[in-house]
């Protein structure tokens, strides 16, 4: 599977993490992605793919791309035998300047790209993507017409600045001290959030505080789950459970047991880091 990733050029490395390409045969039908403190575009310009957000939710097909902001749980991805498409991976903050509506609208509901930024656009910039003479000249395109689509985005500042102390402490943080250090209310605080990124500071603190501690395990090796939990700064061990519970839909040892089958059926795939198998 081809995986083409960079980081664009200021201001755009301010709110995005890379843009990538994805190209070849998915090393699964299906592969589950747990929630990370991340939104994403992704374009498609292969057969359709499909999402489900959640289990009470059925799946839906996504033919030119989706949208989806910080989510709060696991996603389930269908691949087509040959996937193909070109993406953004933002910084929580870094989607809602190129959304026409609030953040909270689209949490845990992708929409596709065309209900973002209407069809005209939408195609135009698939077509255009599409016949690029390459991965690298691809991604250019794609830099090119967020930096053409980037707005003033009001309160984008305070969002950002009290997300980077959260991220800095991976989450484990005083959530009423942010609106003090911030200088505003935490209901100003907390409305900011949901309008910009989807999801409240509390919420975040806690995705980010889970994503560290999934980037800790080595599905290679043994776990110390106690130790793991304390790091972590969970309470005890049963609330770490319950979070990774929620946040996967899988226990964290049936979570270490699917990610050393992916380990051990696609060594070295360019998606080993993040996303699993369906189960």
Same mark, same amino acid.
């Given at each position: 599977?081809?995986y083409?990733?960079?980081?664009?050029?200021?201001?755009?490395?301010?709110?995005?993490?890379?843009?990538?390409?994805?190209?070849?045969?998915?090393?699964y039908? !299906? =592969?589950?992605?747990?929630?990370m *403190?991340?939104?994403? #575009?992704? %374009?498609?310009?292969?057969?359709?793919f /499909?999402?489900?957000?959640?289990?009470d939710?059925?799946?839906?097909?996504?033919?030119d791309?989706?949208?989806?902001?910080?989510?709060?749980?696991?996603?389930e991805?269908?691949y087509?035998p040959?996937?193909?498409?070109a993406?953004v991976h933002?910084?929580?903050?870094g989607?809602?300047p190129?959304?026409?509506m609030?953040a909270?609208e689209?949490?845990?509901?992708?929409v596709?790209?065309?209900?973002?930024?209407?069809?005209?656009?939408?195609?135009?910039l698939?077509? !255009? =993507?599409?016949?690029a003479?390459? *991965?690298?000249e691809? #991604?250019? %395109?794609?830099?090119?017409e967020?930096? /053409?689509?980037?707005?003033?985005?009001?309160?984008?500042g305070l969002?950002?600045?009290?997300?980077?102390?959260i991220?800095?402490?991976?989450?484990?943080?005083?959530i009423?001290?942010?609106s003090?250090a911030?200088?505003v209310?935490?209901?100003?605080?907390t409305?900011?959030?949901?309008?910009?990124?989807g999801?409240t500071?509390?919420r975040?603190?806690?995705?980010?505080?889970?994503?560290?501690?999934?980037l800790?395990?080595?599905p290679?090796?043994?776990?110390?789950?106690?130790?793991?939990?304390?790091?972590?700064?969970?309470?005890?061990?049963a609330?770490?459970?319950?979070?990774?519970r929620?946040?996967t839909?899988?226990?964290?040892?049936?979570?270490?047991?699917?990610?050393?089958?992916?380990?051990?059926e696609?060594?070295?795939?360019?998606?080993?880091?993040?996303p699993?198998?369906?189960v």
């Open positions: 599977m081809e083409v990733s960079r980081v664009p050029r200021p201001p755009l490395d301010g709110l995005i993490d890379d843009l990538y390409y994805l190209e070849g045969m998915p090393p039908a !299906r =592969l589950t992605l747990p929630p *403190p991340s939104a994403v #575009l992704i %374009l498609n310009l292969g057969p359709p /499909r999402i489900r957000a959640g289990t939710i059925g799946a839906a097909e996504y033919a791309g989706c949208v989806i902001t910080t989510p709060t749980r696991a996603l991805f269908g087509p040959g996937t193909r498409s993406g933002f910084k929580p903050w989607l809602a190129f959304l026409p609030p909270a689209l949490c845990d509901r992708p596709t790209v065309e209900q973002a930024w209407g069809r005209a656009a939408s195609a135009e698939r077509d !255009r =993507l599409a016949t003479a390459g *991965p690298y691809m #991604l250019t %395109l794609l830099e090119e967020l930096l /053409r689509r980037l707005r003033e985005t009001a309160g984008l969002v950002r600045h009290t997300s980077g102390v991220a800095a402490a991976t989450g484990a943080v005083a009423g001290g942010l003090v911030a200088g209310s935490s209901t100003h605080l409305q900011r959030f949901k309008e910009l990124i999801v500071p509390k975040l603190a806690r995705t980010y505080r889970f994503a560290a501690t999934v800790a395990i080595d290679a090796g043994p776990t110390d789950w106690s130790d793991l939990a304390d790091r972590a700064g969970y309470f005890d061990q609330h770490f459970g319950h979070e990774f929620m946040f839909g899988l226990t964290p040892t049936r979570y270490v047991d699917v990610r050393r089958r992916f380990l051990r696609h060594p070295g795939h360019a998606l080993n880091v993040g699993l198998p369906a």
